[in-house]
């Protein structure tokens, strides 16, 4: 099992790229090459690699190895993509059918006006530009997503405490958060992750009660599905026996049974987020405005987990979004390894390959409608987490979220 979700060789002059395929999991570990921006554009639009910051991430490194084809005569010779006399101008043309590919993700598009910045008609200046560019930015993902779990976790702990919850409790989570979503450890799973070992690990509330011990424990995770692409029962499932953390995947349309009759108590959701607007309204996978609505039926706190590079500093609201479809294909298909029923093993093929297989399940010509992402209203959110801390509504019951647009 791999939870490396990008590989990056990061020798400057001879970089070199491969991503997990991740719709090969969890049955197949299989990497694929990133030798172009075409290829970080068909990895990203065919969900082979997905989650915001990976998203961005392969975005970014896929500018970095084009740019790196430049510095080599022998490719300059045959190449017909650009105009060395005219380089900002092809690249800028580039980096627009890039940002195509997954146009909901805000740390794409933010990280792409970053690369704008960077681009000059001077192949090796905007090489060694994007090289620092591209090293940065996964690095400081890498921090912040151990800073957000540390802060959510703290936060949820010292929130149970002040009301004297003592015991075993558990919590939600949809779509994919991880590793295999980042450039490590993971947003909304980053959290579940710093919980389960804080928790086990008895660690102090804060540091004026260094006396004191946590009442309570995490003891359970319980992920959603995440229909129509399973991202939870194929990657965070994947994930959480990899950590061997406790854990029971649940169908999306079980939540509520499922928290009026768990007997381990349901304290907290944590999500997601693909884009984060000014007042706090969360895109984010399809489903978890359901998940939100639920929890606030049933007084389940709800959190985002984002890093800053997810916030987008110029929207207002979550109507403005633009929200992407999927194919209906993807809906009317469903797509997995074959499996043997004799013996509940994959079928392989003469390589010991594992077979993929896609099945039916609606009447060929019958409509659907596939949204990818749905947003949450800021009002079913109880905080928002980031690498800056825990953001909660002020009294006037809003977010004010100023700081993280500086």
């Given amino acids: 099992m791999s939870l490396e979700a990008i590989v990056f060789d990061r020798v400057a002059g001879k970089c070199s790229v491969k991503i997990l395929d991740q719709l090969l999991l969890p049955y197949q570990t299989q990497y694929l090459p990133i030798n172009s921006i075409c290829d970080g554009y068909r990895a990203i639009k065919s969900m082979q690699v997905r989650g915001a910051p990976a998203i961005a991430i392969v975005g970014v490194l896929s500018v970095l190895v084009e740019c790196q084809l430049l510095l080599q005569e022998s490719f300059v010779k045959t190449q017909t993509f650009y105009d060395l006399t005219q380089l900002e101008k092809n690249f800028n043309e580039r980096l627009d059918l890039l940002l195509s590919s997954r146009p909901t993700a805000v740390n794409l598009s933010n990280a792409i006006t970053e690369l704008r910045a960077l681009i000059s008609e001077d192949v090796k200046a905007t090489y060694d530009s994007l090289f620092e560019y591209a090293c940065n930015i996964i690095d400081n993902d890498y921090a912040d997503n151990f800073?957000?779990?540390?802060?959510g976790a703290k936060h949820l702990l010292e929130q149970l405490d002040e009301q004297n919850f003592e015991g075993d409790f558990g919590v939600l989570t949809i779509c994919n958060t991880g590793s295999l979503a980042t450039s490590g450890y993971g947003t909304a799973l980053g959290v579940i992750r710093s919980l389960y070992a804080r928790t086990r690990q008895g660690k102090e509330v804060s540091e004026p009660k260094k006396a004191k011990k946590y009442g309570s424990q995490m003891v359970r995770v319980f992920p959603l599905e995440t229909r129509p692409y399973n991202q939870g029962s194929r990657l965070t499932a994947y994930e959480l026996l990899h950590d061997e953390i406790p854990s029971t995947l649940i169908t999306d349309s079980s939540i509520s049974y499922l928290?009026?009759?768990?007997?381990?108590?349901?304290?907290?959701?944590?999500?997601?987020?693909?884009?984060?607007?000014?007042?706090?309204?969360?895109?984010?996978?399809?489903?978890?405005?359901?998940?939100?609505?639920?929890?606030?039926?049933?007084?389940?706190?709800?959190?985002?987990?984002?890093?800053?590079?997810?916030?987008?500093?110029?929207?207002?609201?979550?109507?403005?979004?633009?929200?992407?479809?999927?194919?209906?294909?993807?809906?009317?298909?469903?797509q997995g390894t074959l499996i043997d029923s004799a013996n509940a093993a994959p079928v392989v093929n003469e390589y010991k390959i594992p077979l993929k297989a896609s099945v039916g399940i609606t009447p060929l010509d019958m409509p659907v409608w596939n949204p990818s992402f749905d947003i949450t209203p800021y009002q079913h959110i109880d905080g928002i987490i980031s690498e800056k801390g825990v953001f909660t509504k002020a009294e006037d019951g809003k977010f004010h979220l100023e700081t993280q647009f500086q």
């Fill in 147 to 151: 800073t957000m779990g540390e802060n």
């Fill in 259 to 334: 928290v009026s009759t768990s007997k381990i108590p349901i304290k907290a959701a944590f999500v997601g987020a693909d884009r984060i607007v000014k007042n706090g309204d969360t895109a984010n996978k399809i489903g978890t405005y359901q998940l939100s609505i639920i929890c606030k039926h049933f007084g389940i706190k709800f959190y985002v987990v984002a890093p800053t590079t997810t916030f987008d500093a110029n929207t207002e609201t979550g109507d403005k979004i633009i929200v992407e479809e999927r194919p209906p294909n993807e809906f009317r298909f469903v």
